[in-house]
């Protein structure tokens, strides 16, 4: 898509969600010699703040069905990132682990996200930054009460 075709749509949603994959695009270039693939640096982050969770409370966490986790872990396991261990009081239970490589992937992780934030923000002022902030805060509260809402809906019996 050209940037002219971006300017032209009159539907900012689409080009908040064009804007995200383009950052995800960018941040799988910046990580590419780090074995870091799209999707794994959320992963990275709740393990460094919650190392040995399971697979169950990481896909509650990060809204990823179980079975993408298990996906996620298994390729992260043989690029040497994570490593799962039975949980010692139920065995049907797996716990993740950073292991020292993952703890290095996650800090060039977090180097290539500062350096796409700057990179994102050339030319934008910090009054443009936090009026930006307080709208896609204002947008996400929108979309929470929405999603609320359809939800609530799906729950009542239908009146005719």
Do not use: W
């Not at 300017?7 to 064009?18: D, K, V």
């Not at 896909?59 to 390729?75: E, F, N």
């Not at 290539?112 to 030319?123: G, S, T, V, Y």
Request: hydrophobic letters at 30%.
């Amino acid at each position: 898509m050209e940037r002219q075709d971006i300017y032209e749509s009159e539907s900012l949603t689409f080009i908040l969600s064009r804007m995200m994959k383009l950052r995800r695009s960018n941040v799988h270039l910046l990580l590419r010699d780090q074995e870091v693939y799209p999707g794994q640096p959320p992963l990275l982050f709740h393990l460094s703040r919650h190392e040995g969770h399971s697979q169950k409370e990481i896909a509650q966490h990060l809204q990823l069905t179980p079975a993408t986790v298990t996906v996620m872990l298994k390729r992260m396991e043989k690029t040497g990132h994570v490593e799962r261990r039975p949980d010692p009081q139920d065995q049907r239970i797996s716990r993740a682990y950073l292991t020292d490589k993952g703890r290095e992937a996650l800090s060039e992780v977090k180097e290539a996200m500062n350096f796409l934030e700057i990179q994102c923000f050339q030319h934008i002022s910090e009054e443009e930054k936090r009026m930006m902030r307080r709208l896609l805060l204002q947008m996400y509260d929108n979309m929470k009460s929405f999603e609320q809402s359809l939800l609530t809906e799906k729950d009542q019996p239908n009146r005719k």
